[in-house]
C-alpha cells in the first residue's frame, strides 16, 4: 500500500428529510446564494423544501446552471454574487451544479484578470463557503474538492481543498423524479469512478480493493433496479450512497489511480456534446482491451471476485471481465460504441487533437498512453 494522507471533512446528512436540516447547516447571518438548474427542482417539491428550511434567512436564488456547466452562465453568477456581496453559496441540483457552485465560490475571490484562469493552473487563494443538497447521484462532488467547467469546446477541471463541501444532504427520495436516462447515466459514472481507482495494478492494499468491490457490487446489484422499481427508497439510497463513497478520497488513497477514460471522455463531452456517462462508456471497454496486459492482475481479480467466474484460459477471463462491464453499462440502457451517438473516424483525429491542445499526452497509471494510442483505442470503439 502507499503512504497517504486523508482528510474528508463534508458532513453528510443523508436521509428521507433532511432538507429541512438546512436552517441549521447555512448560519442565519449568511448572505446566501442558492443556485440550481434548468429547473427539475422547482417541479419534484425540492423547492418548496428549500423555502420551508430557509425560511429564516435572506437569500438569492440562481437558476439556469446547465448539464456540463458553462463559464459564461457561471460568470453571471460571480456578477451577482459581487452584486449582493453573496458571502455563502449552496448549490442544488447534481454534479454540474455542484460543480458550477464551486467555481462561482472560487471565481468570485479569484483577483486575477479572468478566472478561466482557475482552469488553466492558477492557484486558488481563496473561496466562499459552500454546501449543497444532491439531486442527482453520479460524480461525487458533494463531497470532493474537484469541479468540471466547459468552454466551448473546452472542459477542464481543478481542484482544491477550500472547494470541498461544508456539508451535503442526500436525500434519496429527491432522485425519484430522475428520468432513466439519468440513472442510467449516474450509475455508469459511479462505476466508472470506482474502476479507475481499482483497475490499474496490485499495491496489496487489501482495504481499498475490498471496499471498491463492495461498491460494484452495490451498483451491480442496485442499478438496473432503480430502473426496474423506480419507487423503491431502498434501492435509490443505497446508489446514492455508493455514488458518494466511490469518489469522496476514500477508496483511492494509497493506490494507484488511471484517470485516462475521463480525460479521453470529456473531449467527447466537450467536442459533441456526449453525456459525461455515455462518453465513459465508450472509451472504458476498448481501453482496458488495449491496456489488458499491464492491467491483467486486477482484471483478473475482478472477475473473480465480482462476477464469481473461474475461467483458467488469462485471455479470457480479462475478456470475460471486459465483457461483463460493457454489458452493465448497456443494461443500464448507456450504448457503448461511438456509432451509437453517431460519431465515426473524424471524431477521433478531433478528440486527439484536443488532448494535445490542452496536454494530456501521457495518460494512465504507466504514463504510456500518447494520442496515437487513444486514436487506436477510439477505433476500436466504432
Ligand atoms: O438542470 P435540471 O433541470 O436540474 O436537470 C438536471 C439535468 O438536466 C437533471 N436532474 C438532476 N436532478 C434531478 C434531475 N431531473 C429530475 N429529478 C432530479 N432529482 O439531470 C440532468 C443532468 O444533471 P447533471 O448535474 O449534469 O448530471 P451529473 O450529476 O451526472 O453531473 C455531470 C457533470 O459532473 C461532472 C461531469 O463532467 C459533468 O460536467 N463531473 C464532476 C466530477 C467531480 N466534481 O468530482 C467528477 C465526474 O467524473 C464528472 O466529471
Ligand atoms: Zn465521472
Known sequence: MN???????????????????????????????????????????????????????????????????????LMQAVELVRRERIDYLLAVGGGSVIDGAKFVAAAACFEGQSPWALLEGARV???????????????????????VISRGDAKLSFRHPLLQPGFAILDPSVTFTLPPRQVGNGVVDAFVHVLEQYLTYPVQADVQDRLAEGLLLALLENGPRALSEPDNYEVRANIMWAASLALNGLIGRGVPHDWSTHAIGHQLTALYGLDHAQSLAVVLPSLLRAQARSKQDKLIQLGRRVWQSSREDTALQIEESILRIEGFFRQMGVATRLGDYGLGEPAIAAVCSNLKRFGLIRLGEHGDLDPERVARILAQAL
Not at 447571518?29 to 427539475?40: D, I, Q, T
Not at 481563496?126 to 453520479?138: I, K, N, R, S
Open 3 to 73: 503512504n497517504f494522507h486523508y482528510i474528508n471533512p463534508t458532513q453528510i446528512c443523508f436521509g428521507r428529510g433532511e432538507i429541512a436540516a438546512l436552517g441549521g447547516l447555512v448560519p442565519t447571518s449568511a448572505r446566501l446564494l442558492v443556485l440550481y438548474g434548468g429547473g427539475s427542482i422547482k417541479t419534484n417539491g425540492v423547492y418548496e423544501q428549500l423555502e420551508q428550511a430557509l425560511s429564516h434567512h435572506q437569500w438569492h436564488g440562481f437558476g439556469g446552471i446547465t448539464a456540463n456547466p458553462e463559464f459564461d452562465v
Open 125 to 147: 487563494e481563496a473561496a466562499l463557503p459552500l454546501g449543497c443538497v444532491l439531486t442527482l447521484p453520479a460524480t461525487g462532488s458533494e463531497s470532493n474538492p474537484v469541479a
